[in-house]
C-alpha cells in the first residue's frame, strides 16, 4: 500500500506544474478573452435594449400621431360634410324661395288673365246682347215688310 501511496504522491507531485499551469491559463483567459467578451455582450445587450426600447417608443409615437392624424381627417371630413349640408340645405332654400316666387308671378299672371277673360266676356255679352236687339228687329222688320207686300 505504500508503494501505492508513493506512487500517488509521485502522480500529484508531477501534476502540479500542469495544474498551476491550468489555473494560470485559465486566469489568463478570464482576464485576457472572457472578461472583454462579457463586456461586449453586455454592451450589445444594452445596445440592443435600447435600440428596441428605441423602437418601441418610436412605434408608439407613430401610432399616435397616426390617431392623431386620422381624428384630424375624421374631423375634416365632418366639417366638410357639415358645409356640404349647409350648402345643400341653402340651395334647397333659394330654390323653393324661387318656386314660390314662380307660383306668385303665375298664380298673378292667371288672375289678370281671368279678369280680362271675365272683362271680355261681359264685352261681348252686351256686343251680342245689341247685336241680338238689332238682328231681331232687322228679322222682324224683313219679315214684316214680305208680308206687307
Known amino acids: 500500500?505504500?508503494?501505492?501511496l508513493q506512487a500517488l504522491v509521485g502522480i500529484l507531485q508531477k501534476a502540479v506544474p500542469t495544474i498551476l499551469l491550468l489555473l494560470?491559463?485559465?486566469f489568463y483567459f478570464k482576464v485576457m478573452l472572457f472578461g472583454p467578451l462579457s463586456k461586449i455582450q453586455k454592451q450589445r445587450d444594452a445596445l440592443t435594449k435600447g435600440a428596441r426600447k428605441t423602437a418601441e417608443e418610436s412605434l408608439a409615437s407613430a401610432e399616435r400621431k397616426t390617431t392623431d392624424f386620422?381624428?384630424?381627417l375624421r374631423?375634416?371630413?365632418s366639417e366638410v360634410y357639415r358645409e356640404q349640408e349647409e350648402m345643400r340645405k341653402q340651395w334647397l332654400a333659394d330654390q323653393a324661395a324661387q318656386i314660390e316666387q314662380a307660383r306668385e308671378k303665375?298664380?298673378?299672371s292667371v288672375r289678370g288673365a281671368k279678369d280680362q277673360i271675365t272683362k271680355e266676356a261681359?264685352?261681348?255679352r252686351t256686343t251680342l246682347s245689341t247685336t241680338?236687339?238689332?238682328l231681331a228687329d232687322q228679322?222682324?222688320?224683313?219679315?214684316l215688310n214680305r208680308r206687307a207686300q
Open 106 to 108: 303665375n298664380a298673378a
Open 70 to 72: 386620422e381624428n384630424k
Open 75 to 77: 374631423d375634416a371630413r
Open 139 to 143: 228679322i222682324a222688320g224683313s219679315i
Open 132 to 134: 241680338s236687339e238689332q
Open 24 to 26: 494560470l491559463l485559465w
Open 1 to 4: 500500500m505504500e508503494q501505492t
Open 122 to 124: 261681359a264685352i261681348a
